[in-house]
């Protein structure tokens, strides 16, 4: 192990020796950022047992008892909730409740169903749906104008798969996306499932339990964010279906047949059926946890001031069948450089002159709820925060650099937003240490991917401190249960680590704090 480490570190150490200018103060933190190191924390963090570490699940809670445990036993200053690591928060989260149902009323009269046994949603939308019913066969139907006129403020019910083939009966993501746009003005769309097979209500629910379980999670009192830009879609079972298309035919395996023959249905109006659909909501608090960790000054006159390190540490959770979202990039990568940050100014026989903090948030893939939550309950006044540099997925390439066959690169975005003083003081670092190509292709914000407002530095930003995200790019992985520990680029990462950290050091350590050029929460 340590003769690897020597082997690892001598690279790092001749590029340092090539630049006169960098400060030897800062030599053996700098050093300390290892590929080894990373990898040993990242394997823990993207493992199995933590199930994806998704917000006020368990892997999330043994993810944040593992960083409070490397915060300790680095020495930092526990500055959280009773002096402990961490600062706690309630969230509020709503999934489909029990007690939604749909009613189908016939001649014989109303007969209700239950959800989970005859229909499934993932709508958040706590209303009732009572409209028309419109029947348009195949969910790959395609409409004309006077179609398009008929199903507006109705409920459309079609049947899954594809129209010709009858061995397919799936319901796939891109499908039901394609559905619920495909029919504009309706306020509700049915899709069919099948008797049997991966179209079944009972498949079905074993692939969305979890998402259903886990539908949405905002701060108490935040209003909900966001529209709704399609109509919400049901998966109903055979007996729901088979009261609903009774006039179309003997049986539903009858209507089937029928709409697999060779013209499109006419979209028709249900005249022997009405519907309504009460989608109810339940709530209940949570609670999760941001992991905060202090190393304090060496300078009495600036020691208030603080330089704070964040990254995520939740993800995705679990998804369909069980398969877990390992989230190595996102951003395990962010969260491990964070543990290897606070050991490199821990372990540096030199402190910096101001503080330095290091935070791992929670919530951020349910809407920057960690960060929001930190900004609005700061435990380091925001005055006294000098800059966050967050840092969210560096250990992969984009397609971009891929293409070029390069991997020493890091998007920065948000450094000259705040602060022009903090960008050029980046640049500089990275001249006298990783010589890493910068690129600010993303600083834009108005470039269409908007990643200045999609991660966690975005909060500090509204509130007027200068930030800098550190980013390496969406790959093929990105938000899938292939995100794991085998494809990440450690020497690759190390680089920008040591990058961070340099840059950190430099600004703990100036003599002035950082100048800022716009009015303080301007972005």
Same mark, same amino acid.
């Not at 009732?128 to 507006?152: C, E, H, N, R, W």
């Not at 300078?299 to 995705?316: G, I, M, Q, R, S």
């Not at 910068?438 to 991917?449: A, G, I, R, T, V």
């Not at 990462?493 to 340099?502: C, S, V, W």
């Given at each position: 192990?340590?003769?690897?480490?020597?082997?690892?570190?001598?690279?790092?150490?001749?590029?340092?020796?090539?630049?006169?200018?960098?400060?030897?103060?800062?030599?053996?933190?700098?050093?300390?950022?290892?590929?080894?190191?990373?990898?040993?924390?990242?394997?823990?963090?993207?493992?199995?047992?933590?199930?994806?570490?998704?917000?006020?699940?368990?892997?999330? @809670?043994?993810?944040?008892?593992?960083?409070?445990?490397?915060?300790?036993?680095?020495?930092?200053?526990?500055?959280?909730?009773?002096?402990?690591?961490? *600062?706690?928060?309630?969230?509020?989260? +709503?999934?489909?409740?029990?007690?939604?149902?749909?009613?189908?009323?016939?001649?014989?009269?109303?007969?209700?169903? +239950?959800?989970?046994?005859?229909?499934?949603?993932?709508?958040?939308?706590?209303?009732?749906?009572?409209?028309?019913?419109?029947?348009?066969?195949?969910?790959?139907?395609?409409?004309?104008?006077?179609?398009?006129?008929?199903?507006?403020?109705?409920?459309?019910?079609?049947?899954?798969?594809?129209?010709?083939?009858? @061995?397919?009966?799936?319901?796939?993501?891109?499908?039901?996306?394609?559905?619920?746009?495909?029919?504009?003005?309706?306020?509700? #769309?049915?899709?069919?499932?099948?008797?049997?097979?991966?179209?079944?209500?009972?498949?079905?629910?074993?692939?969305?339990?979890?998402?259903?379980?886990?539908?949405?999670?905002?701060?108490?009192?935040?209003?909900?964010?966001?529209?709704?830009?399609?109509?919400?879609?049901?998966?109903?079972?055979?007996?729901?279906?088979?009261?609903? %298309?009774?006039?179309?035919?003997?049986?539903?395996?009858?209507?089937?047949?029928?709409?697999?023959?060779?013209?499109?249905?006419?979209? +028709?109006?249900?005249?022997?059926?009405?519907?309504?659909?009460?989608?109810?909501?339940?709530?209940?608090?949570?609670?999760?946890?941001?992991?905060?960790?202090?190393?304090?000054?060496?300078?009495?006159?600036?020691?208030?001031?603080?330089?704070?390190?964040?990254?995520?540490?939740?993800?995705?959770?679990?998804?369909?069948?069980?398969?877990?979202?390992?989230?190595?990039?996102?951003?395990?990568?962010? #969260?491990?450089?964070?543990?290897?940050?606070?050991?490199?100014?821990?372990?540096?026989?030199?402190?910096?002159?101001?503080?330095?903090?290091?935070?791992?948030?929670?919530?951020?893939?349910?809407?920057?709820?960690?960060?929001?939550?930190?900004?609005?309950?700061?435990?380091?006044?925001?005055?006294?925060?000098?800059?966050?540099?967050?840092?969210?997925?560096?250990?992969?390439?984009?397609?971009?650099?891929?293409?070029?066959?390069? *991997?020493?690169?890091?998007?920065?975005?948000?450094?000259?937003?705040?602060?022009?003083?903090?960008?050029?003081?980046?640049?500089?670092?990275?001249?006298?240490?990783?010589? %890493?190509?910068?690129?600010? %292709?993303?600083?834009?914000?108005?470039?269409?991917?908007?990643?200045?407002?999609?991660?966690?530095?975005?909060?500090?930003?509204?509130?007027?401190?200068?930030?800098?995200?550190?980013?390496?790019?969406?790959?093929?992985?990105?938000?899938?249960?292939?995100? +794991?520990?085998?494809?990440?680029?450690?020497?690759?990462?190390?680089?920008? #680590?040591?990058?961070?950290?340099?840059?950190?050091?430099?600004?703990?350590?100036?003599?002035?704090?950082?100048?800022?050029?716009?009015?303080?929460?301007?972005?």
């Amino acid at each position: 192990m340590r003769k690897l480490f020597l082997l690892l570190v001598v690279p790092s150490a001749l590029v340092v020796a090539q630049s006169k200018s960098f400060d030897p103060y800062a030599r053996i933190g700098f050093e300390s950022i290892t590929p080894n190191d990373l990898s040993a924390h990242l394997h823990f963090i993207a493992s199995p047992e933590l199930e994806g570490r998704e917000t006020t699940f368990r892997g999330q @809670k043994v993810a944040a008892r593992y960083i409070a445990s490397v915060f300790q036993k680095l020495g930092l200053k526990p500055i959280g909730d009773d002096q402990s690591y961490f *600062q706690r928060f309630d969230l509020e989260v +709503t999934r489909i409740s029990e007690h939604s149902n749909i009613a189908v009323t016939t001649r014989k009269g109303p007969k209700s169903f +239950t959800i989970r046994r005859d229909f499934l949603t993932q709508s958040t939308r706590d209303t009732i749906y009572q409209a028309p019913v419109v029947f348009v066969g195949y969910m790959d139907a395609t409409l004309d104008s006077a179609a398009q006129a008929l199903i507006k403020g109705k409920i459309v019910v079609a049947f899954g798969g594809r129209k010709g083939d009858s @061995k397919d009966t799936s319901i796939s993501a891109a499908r039901r996306v394609s559905f619920s746009r495909s029919f504009p003005g309706s306020v509700a #769309t049915m899709v069919v499932a099948d008797d049997s097979g991966s179209g079944s209500i009972d498949r079905l629910y074993a692939r969305f339990s979890r998402a259903m379980e886990k539908t949405s999670m905002r701060l108490p009192g935040a209003q909900t964010r966001g529209g709704f830009s399609f109509p919400p879609v049901y998966y109903i079972s055979p007996p729901l279906a088979g009261e609903l %298309l009774k006039e179309f035919g003997k049986s539903l395996d009858d209507v089937r047949r029928k709409a697999q023959g060779g013209r499109d249905i006419k979209p +028709t109006t249900l005249k022997q059926a009405s519907v309504r659909i009460e989608s109810k909501l339940s709530r209940e608090v949570r609670q999760s946890e941001n992991v905060i960790g202090l190393l304090e000054g060496s300078d009495p006159a600036v020691k208030d001031e603080v330089v704070l390190f964040t990254a995520h540490y939740d993800h995705e959770g679990i998804g369909a069948d069980g398969i877990i979202f390992h989230g190595a990039d996102d951003d395990g990568s962010g #969260t491990v450089a964070v543990l290897e940050l606070a050991e490199a100014f821990a372990t540096n026989p030199v402190r910096p002159r101001r503080s330095v903090a290091f935070m791992t948030v929670t919530g951020e893939e349910k809407g920057l709820l960690g960060s929001e939550y930190y900004v609005k309950h700061p435990i380091i006044p925001l005055d006294k925060t000098v800059a966050d540099l967050n840092i969210d997925m560096i250990g992969r390439t984009d397609k971009k650099y891929d293409e070029l066959k390069v *991997q020493d690169y890091v998007y920065v975005i948000g450094s000259d937003k705040i602060s022009i003083e903090l960008d050029s003081l980046l640049k500089t670092s990275n001249n006298e240490s990783e010589a %890493l190509s910068l690129d600010y %292709l993303y600083n834009d914000e108005n470039n269409p991917d908007g990643f200045y407002y999609r991660s966690d530095h975005y909060n500090f930003a509204r509130n007027g401190i200068p930030v800098i995200f550190f980013f390496t790019g969406v790959h093929v992985d990105y938000h899938r249960p292939t995100d +794991t520990v085998d494809k990440i680029q450690f020497s690759k990462m190390a680089k920008i #680590t040591r990058l961070i950290f340099y840059t950190g050091w430099k600004v703990a350590n100036k003599t002035h704090r950082l100048v800022t050029n716009t009015p303080a929460a301007a972005r």
